[in-house]
């Protein structure tokens, strides 16, 4: 344990963003951090509970108090050691995970100051490939099997690193240009800057690990010469919102422009009709989640005119909400990032139609609806009250989340993991979801 009493007289810092006004200008990082002392005042915080809910919350079971205790002490090697343990990908989750472990620490419970325990996990990992602690375990022993991993994102990575290290042979397939999915097609460089996927990529390559990219594997016919397949291909099937005006030009899924953002900043060129640009653009936004957060944030980054994020929920409570208590992963208003840098947030809305001119996409009239309390056994009921508005927008993006694969049996050297079998969910779902199914490849083909 760190310091015992530090929690005692040292509060929650945390890095906390670029100024505005420097971070629209580009599609940089936006989170800061802090300083070697100042970090390991915050790990010193950590009280090493006897029961740490913060593990329990964590999908990885990542172990916050043993890591804590080892930033305090400056001992990153060991920092990262532990944390590599449980998390083969750390310095994704430290910049991206919405961290259910920090709402579920006693810290959160006791103070409202809970441990600054994502903060500290990306520090530990940019410490170890800075300082070189990170890497390659070349597997000195090979079994002679070969497992095919089709889909590079985060579930496919772990699930070739963890089977890799094992001593499988190891060919990750992807149908894009190159390793990550949605870590590198669908978050903004604003929240993961793709070197960091690429530094991880070649640890991954020195240590074995095959790629084929730009390979779509047809799942019906899956490549010859594996002992075992492991299909990783994520939840790629966004839901549609099939009203009136749908398909004039203008209506995007917010995937559309996310990726084609990314491909541009990765060196890409895209003719002038196929861009999809916000700038100076009136841009709707459909749906109140992270996908739409992150449209909204690239829209500013583009020079929109204005951005509203319109949502069919109502709208959570600040702060604490008595139906989700701790340590269950609150259900209350997230304003990220993006949305501080401006933009109209609505909820209990939704979108009866879109208006067009010239076969372009002009305005959205919105509905206010309530919701009426759920019957039992129901679901909670939705009524339109008459409250109907007319926006300007010319632009307008769809990011109502994505619909689960249909179930199918495969053959039973078969396996599927992160997304594609659980449907859209996180990042540090789909690394704990590699994990796990690796172990079970392994089980299966030691038989
Ligand atoms: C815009 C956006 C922002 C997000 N932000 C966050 C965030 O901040 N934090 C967080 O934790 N989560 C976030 N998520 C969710 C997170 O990215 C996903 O849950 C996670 O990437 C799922 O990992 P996966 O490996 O299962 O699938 P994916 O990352 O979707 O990877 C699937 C891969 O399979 C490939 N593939 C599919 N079919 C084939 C085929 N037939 N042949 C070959 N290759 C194929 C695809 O090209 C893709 O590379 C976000 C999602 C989106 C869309
Ligand atoms: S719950 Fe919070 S204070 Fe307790 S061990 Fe975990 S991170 Fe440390």
């Not at 995007?252 to 491909?263: I, V």
């Not at 900043?265 to 003719?271: C, N």
């Not at 069919?312 to 340590?327: D, Y």
Request: aromatic share 6%.
């Amino acid at each position: 344990m760190g310091n015992p009493k530090a929690f005692l007289s040292i509060h929650r810092l945390e890095a906390g963003y670029r100024p505005l006004n420097d971070r629209l200008n580009d599609f940089g990082e936006v989170e800061q951090t802090l300083n070697i002392k100042e970090r390991e005042l915050q790990a010193s915080r950590c009280m090493d509970c006897g029961v740490p809910f913060c593990h329990w919350a964590c999908p990885l079971g990542n172990k916050p108090p043993e890591w804590n205790d080892a930033i305090y002490k400056g001992d990153y090697e060991l920092a990262y050691k532990l944390l590599n343990a449980t998390n083969n990908f750390p310095e994704f989750t430290g910049r991206i995970c919405p961290a259910p472990c920090e709402p579920s620490c006693v810290l959160k419970l006791s103070c409202n100051e809970p441990i600054t325990i994502r903060e500290d996990e990306a520090a530990i990992a940019e410490m170890a490939f800075q300082e070189g602690y990170v890497k390659p375990h070349i597997p000195e022993n090979r079994n002679g099997m070969k497992v095919a991993v089709i889909g590079s994102g985060p579930a496919g990575m772990a699930v070739a690193d963890q089977l890799n290290q094992m001593g499988y042979e190891i060919t990750l397939f992807d149908k894009a240009e190159a390793v990550g999915g949605l870590l590198r097609f669908g978050i903004p460089n604003f929240k993961l800057n793709k070197k960091v996927i690429d530094r991880r990529v070649d640890v991954l390559i020195e240590e074995g690990i095959k790629l084929k990219m730009n390979t779509p594997v047809s799942l019906k016919k899956l490549p010859k010469g594996f002992d075992a397949y492991c299909l990783c291909t994520g939840a790629e099937i966004p839901r549609d919102l099939p009203i009136e005006g749908r398909k004039l030009k203008g209506v995007h899924f917010a995937l559309e422009m996310l990726s084609q953002q990314n491909r541009i900043l990765a060196g890409q060129t895209f003719k002038a009709s196929e861009k999809i640009s916000a700038k100076d653009k009136h841009v709707l936004v459909i749906g109140g989640g992270d996908t739409g957060s992150d449209c909204i944030g690239t829209s500013n980054r583009h020079g929109c005119k204005s951005v509203t994020q319109v949502e069919i929920m109502p709208k959570p409570p600040k702060g604490l909400n008595p139906r989700t208590p701790w340590p269950q992963w609150p259900i209350v208003l997230k304003t990220t990032s993006s949305h501080k840098e401006g933009c109209e947030r609505k909820w209990c809305i939704t979108t009866n139609k879109f208006i067009g001119e010239n076969g372009k996409v002009v305005a959205a009239e919105l509905e206010e609806i309530e919701w009426l309390p759920a019957e039992k056994g129901k679901r909670p009921e939705m009524r339109k009250t008459g409250k109907k508005e007319t926006i300007p927008c010319d632009l307008v993006l769809l990011a109502m989340g994505f619909l689960k694969n249909p179930e199918i049996t495969y053959p039973e050297n078969v396996f599927v993991a992160g997304d594609a079998i659980h449907g859209a969910s996180l990042v540090v779902r789909a690394i704990a979801d590699g994990r796990k199914v690796a172990n079970e490849i392994n089980e299966y083909l030691k038989k």
